[in-house]
């Protein structure tokens, strides 16, 4: 996913046609199901990976919505570790403006 950005987003460029889209899945489902992580159809692991951002989405919007409170509650006991950072970054700013628009 660090290697395409779009594809973890989601979106593609005017350059990218559906065709390079959907070799690019199906080379990382390739892979994923090379290193044991399950065998999965390409739609599988789309969803999979949908699943996952939408809920990297709802965990970080809940930490920034807990950091805009006002005092006098429990701070959040989450925290985004490492990988999910990471995740967030390739995802870009667009999709952190969407959690902002969200609190």
Do not use: H
Not at 32 to 46: A, C, E, I, T
């Amino acid at each position: 996913m660090m290697k395409n950005p779009e594809l973890a987003r989601g979106r593609l460029s005017s350059s990218q046609v559906r065709k390079d889209y959907s070799k690019l899945w199906s080379e990382l489902t390739n892979k994923l199901n090379s290193l044991g992580l399950g065998q999965k159809s390409v739609d599988k692991w789309q969803k999979s990976w949908s699943d996952y951002k939408l809920n990297l989405k709802k965990k970080a919007a809940e930490i920034e919505r807990s950091r805009n409170l006002t005092g006098g509650g429990p701070a959040c006991s989450k925290t985004l570790n490492d990988f999910e950072l990471k995740i967030l970054e390739i995802l870009g700013e667009s999709f952190l403006k969407e959690l902002e628009l969200k609190n």
